[in-house]
């Protein structure tokens, strides 16, 4: 047999054949798309996950999540999209956890079969977050006056510019129970018996690092990619990652270079930043 660094010479029903693993990468936080900051969504993810289901031959495909969470709804589809795709093609699911997996992140690792993080990896989160800013005596020290007209009288709720109501409130904490209700729901089923939970603690948004994360069954164990597909799948198993959309060759000119190298900053692009390094800061990371 030919050494492996030629067998490319050889049409493929000739070449050796080792265990093959797609490997995903889904990075940053989860619904915070912008014109030239793309975060995590259905739109981004979808293509990606359906390359590395359709890789022929594939023992297997990786999911490595290294998100502190964002939108429930696009964490939900893309976990619903990891599990059609897994059932369809009858492939087992591995979650690596870099940095974190937190909150939407874990959503997402909980669509594996099995998850894996580092000892200081932050896991856990399961929990609903809605945050803003009050900014009624903010303009009216400053004489100005807010002027909304509505159609329906709950449209303006929750206008940062106005006092709080608290029938408003009571209404978004009815959301944000239903939503993580969906949450808990998901990870009871995905997780079943692994989960040691005696007081509830582990819904209430907390996170861990990942050997508490083990002994309380967030995760199935601890290791990196490399090594947990090399113990599974033998010594020779290939991981091939699969590459993200690139963006339009426009939208990498003007967006790079016509703002940083022109010396100028695009509001859209530091709100990103900042809501993004929020995100992060608030795991601690």
Not at 34 to 42: D, E, H, K, S, W
Not at 101 to 122: K, L, N, Q
Not at 242 to 256: D, H, I, N, Q, S
Request: glycine share 10%.
């Amino acid at each position: 047999m030919l050494p492996e660094r030629v067998q490319f010479i050889l049409p493929s029903r000739f070449r050796a054949r080792h265990p093959l693993v797609p490997v995903v990468r889904l990075a940053g936080p989860i619904g915070s798309i912008l014109p030239f900051r793309t975060g995590l969504a259905i739109s981004t993810v979808a293509p990606m996950l359906e390359r590395a289901f359709d890789v022929e031959g594939a023992r297997a495909v990786a999911i490595v999540v290294n998100s502190p969470g964002g939108s429930a709804a696009q964490s939900h589809l893309i976990f619903k999209r990891i599990r059609d795709h897994a059932e369809e093609k009858k492939l087992p699911v591995f979650a690596f956890v870099e940095d974190a997996a937190a909150s939407g992140g874990y959503m997402i690792a909980c669509a594996a079969d099995e998850i894996f993080a580092d000892p200081a990896s932050i896991v856990g989160s399961i929990g609903v977050l809605s945050a803003s800013f009050g900014l009624d005596k903010f303009i009216e020290r400053f004489g100005i006056e807010r002027r909304v007209h509505t159609a329906g009288a709950r449209k303006a709720m929750l206008d940062p510019f106005r006092p709080e109501n608290p029938a408003d409130v009571e209404h978004l904490q009815g959301l944000q129970r239903r939503i993580h209700e969906v949450f808990v729901d998901l990870v009871k089923a995905r997780r079943g018996g692994k989960l040691k939970d005696e007081n509830g603690y582990l819904f209430s948004g907390a996170f861990w690092v990942g050997t508490e994360a083990a002994e309380l069954g967030l995760v199935d164990g601890l290791g990196d990619i490399r090594s947990i597909m090399r113990q599974r799948f033998g010594e020779k198993v290939q991981l091939r990652l699969v590459e993200p959309p690139r963006p339009a060759l426009l939208g990498r000119f003007f967006g790079r270079r016509s703002f940083s190298q022109g010396g100028l900053i695009d509001p859209a692009e530091a709100l990103g930043a900042l809501e993004e390094r929020a995100a992060w800061s608030r795991l601690g990371l």
